[in-house]
């Protein structure tokens, strides 16, 4: 006997079901190298992997920079047939910028000094990797979304079942229709980046965060230009803070120089953000046009564009990484850096070491959250554990903090608490409007809905809606007077809007429209709605994004 996780009974139909020793659900780069690290220890394990996106790469977006020690490791060779896109990092530059221009900090953070590391696409470098792990046995499918995990009558996670096809909006079987396949293996691992579907209820089911402080999250919103010849410095780095964030929200930007005259240009605002009328991809856009921006993008052309919620919380945030049959890895168990703005290394680090722990202890989870606690992954987080939480006071309080943290070494005998980031928002009238000195726009795209077409993201339009609202009359009646519905706002992709309707007695009201279609994965919405009503589940198999080079 064994249960799902739907919250509706599932009707009873005949499914096709394949059994494995590991079930690997993401095919981001903690999940590819857990699976090329444990076909490497053990090559008789059968090992899948499966990956929601139409192809490998297509969800994955980071800035990215790289640290290669960890990939050193994983395939001591790599650098003889790198991935396509892979810079060396050649200089650094750290800005602190107003509305009308800035200023070159003469020191680079440390953290953010990057001499021997590398600029990559993510999505370009996860691409790569996917054929290297199925040379070595493990099997990858794309467009297979898990939407439910499976369990024993013990709770013991047995596998996960993937998303039907072919079902209707109103929920009828289209004649295409054919049932998800349930996967069963002996063990199940977590690596669904950022605020994973599938872990959000695990974290629940198990209590996996009855010893930690919430998680918490930025937005990164990223475009891929290209240039006009001879604009660009290949490996040159640049980070800056300041405008257009006012002092007490949370953001910043990133300028990656690559080859072939690309840059790999993007802003990340932090959710925690008090003001319930910003408006991340506005400021991205402001970013864009200012004087020490624009000179460089103006004449050139957008390639692919997109968002993804970064997992921000840190040390403090981890919650229990193992369960009976299962573990959570990389960005699904929240290892990303903060103040290096970097996750990749500490994603392989980590799908690495669960890869060790399994061979060793004949696929058993239990203990994997100790060796996990104990190595250089999560110190390297305690050092900075107290970083990303001081700036909740304000920037200059922020960066005076993180200025003694890394003097100090994280030495510091406190641990600053964390909170949700739904519950930050003021409400409208209570919170004091900071005056932004936003820009006129000129530079594209003109809108968000344009955005999205650089995300190139397909859903069909006839398939059920991939973000539950639990209740639509508190956006219509509470929301709406208390926020003023934040949604349409911090959505990076138009998906929610408040219309005007008819009601049935013919008066005129207001009700949400959801545009599914339009959106690109990043779940902010089931982050920073301010109700916790909102909850995004995988939609059919391939769609979303097809992002090329983010």
Sequence with gaps: MSETTASMPTPEVERDVMEYDVVTVGAGPAGLAFAIRLKQLNPELSVCVIEKASTVGAHILSGAVIEPGPLDALLPGWRDNPPPVCVPATEDEFWLLTKDGGTKLPVVPPGMRNHGNFIVSLGAMCAWLAPQAEALGVEIYAGFAAAETLHAEDGTVLGVRIGDMGVAKDGSHKPGYTPGIDIRARVTVLAEGARGHLTKRLVKRFGLDADSDPQSYSIGIKELWQLPEGRTSPGRIVHSFGWPADNNTYGGSFLYHLENNQVAIGYVSGLDYKDPEYRPWEAFQQWKNHPHVKPLLEGGSILSAGARAIVTGGYQALPKVEM????????????????????????????????????????????????????????????????????KKGLWLG?????????????????????????????????????????????????????????????????PVHLKVADTSICVERCTVEYGNPCTRFCPAGVYEMVEDVTPDGSKGRRLQINAANCVHCKTCDIKDPYEIITWVTPEGGSGPNYQNL
């Design 324 to 391: 009976p049959g299962a573990l959570l890895i990389g960005d699904t168990a929240g290892l990303l850096n903060v103040p290096k703005v970097k996750g990749t290394h500490q994603a392989i680090r980590s799908g690495m070491l669960a890869a060790e722990h399994l061979a060793a202890s004949n696929l058993d989870p239990v203990g994997f959250d100790a060796r996990l606690r104990a190595s250089e992954a999560v110190a390297e987080l305690r050092k900075v554990r107290n970083i990303k939480p001081a700036f």
């Design 399 to 463: 960066m005076a903090n993180a200025a003694w943290e890394t003097v100090t070494g994280g030495a510091s005998p406190w641990t600053l608490k964390g909170s949700p980031d739904w519950c930050t928002l003021d409400r409208l009238g209570e919170h004091e409007q900071p005056k932004r000195d936003y820009v006129e726009r000129t530079l594209p795209p003109r809108d968000r809905l344009q955005g999205v077409y650089y995300a190139a993201t397909e859903h069909d339009e006839d398939q």
